[in-house]
């Protein structure tokens, strides 16, 4: 139990019609302060895409998810919000918004290692 530090994460939705609420899970962003790790992982389902939203363009939606990915490395190529320090360049990409690309609430937990637990929680809740 002394090995393990906290965590939060929040699932990243796709809301092809954010007037009808609906989604589906397509990522999840997790962070742990202790082990300064601020991780990204997603996947659009072309057919899921297709089923929920054909007029939009998966080639664009994983632009959108890159730019989050290049964020979430601290990179110069993440602009201005890529320079903030990795507590807020999560809570940047977890907060509410009301594009078709939203995140879930966040949610906390306990594990080892953090990219280790990103790859668990995105087979849960995406793949």
């Known amino acids: 139990m002394q090995d393990k530090v906290t965590f939060e994460y929040a699932i990243i939705r796709l809301?092809?019609?954010v007037e009808r609420e609906e989604f589906f899970n397509i990522g999840v962003?997790?962070?742990s302060k202790r082990k300064?790790?601020?991780?990204?992982?997603?996947?659009?389902?072309?057919?899921?895409?297709?089923?929920?939203a054909p007029e939009?363009?998966?080639?664009?939606?994983?632009?959108?998810l890159q730019a989050w990915k290049l964020i979430c490395d601290g990179t110069p190529a993440g602009g201005k919000?890529?320079?903030?320090e990795i507590s807020d360049r999560f809570r940047?990409?977890?907060?509410?918004?009301?594009?078709?690309?939203?995140?879930s609430k966040t949610h906390p937990g306990l594990c080892e290692n953090p990219s280790?637990?990103?790859?668990?929680?995105?087979e849960?809740?995406?793949l």
């Open 15 to 17: 809301v092809p019609k």
């Open 29 to 31: 962003l997790l962070f």
């Open 36 to 52: 300064k790790f601020l991780g990204i992982k997603y996947e659009i389902n072309p057919d899921k895409l297709k089923a929920f």
């Open 56 to 64: 939009l363009e998966l080639a664009d939606l994983n632009n959108y």
């Open 81 to 84: 919000i890529g320079a903030f």
């Open 92 to 103: 940047w990409l977890a907060a509410c918004r009301s594009t078709i690309i939203q995140s």
């Open 116 to 122: 280790e637990e990103l790859q668990d929680i995105f």
């Open 124 to 126: 849960k809740y995406v």
